[in-house]
């Protein structure tokens, strides 16, 4: 199931917010802190994990290559090491040239 597209408004998400946010379990967020370097939220007094936006962001670089592309764990630690950034780009590439086509279809419809 692919990741749902929320805007990311709070300082700090809860695990629970997150794996809602991705449809994953908790311990499934857990697993891949202890497999991710790039994935270390802060943690309170009280030992809760707390997701930052940049740690929401370096989740969802992660869920894309093994959920989204079917990477190993290992491949995915390699392709983060070797530049996931320009996957993610290219991403988010799609997701606005898809926005400025609707933008496009509708402004050629009113013409």
Known sequence: ????EK???KL???ISEVAEMF???QS??????????????RKNGKGNRMFTAKD???FKKIYGLVKEKGYTLEG???????GASET?????????????????IQLHDLL
């Not at 199931?1 to 749902?4: F, G, I």
């Not at 499934?28 to 939220?41: A, G, H, K, N, T």
């Open 23 to 25: 449809d994953v379990s």
């Open 28 to 41: 499934l967020i857990r697993y891949w802190e202890s497999e991710f370097d790039v994935l270390r939220p």
């Open 1 to 4: 199931m692919p990741y749902k």
């Open 12 to 14: 700090y998400y809860s």
């Open 56 to 58: 929401i962001q370096n």
């Open 88 to 104: 993610v780009d290219m991403d988010e590439i799609v997701k606005k040239l898809k926005e400025v086509k609707t933008f496009l």
């Open 76 to 82: 995915a630690r390699k392709k983060l090491k070797d």
């Open 7 to 9: 805007k990311i408004e």
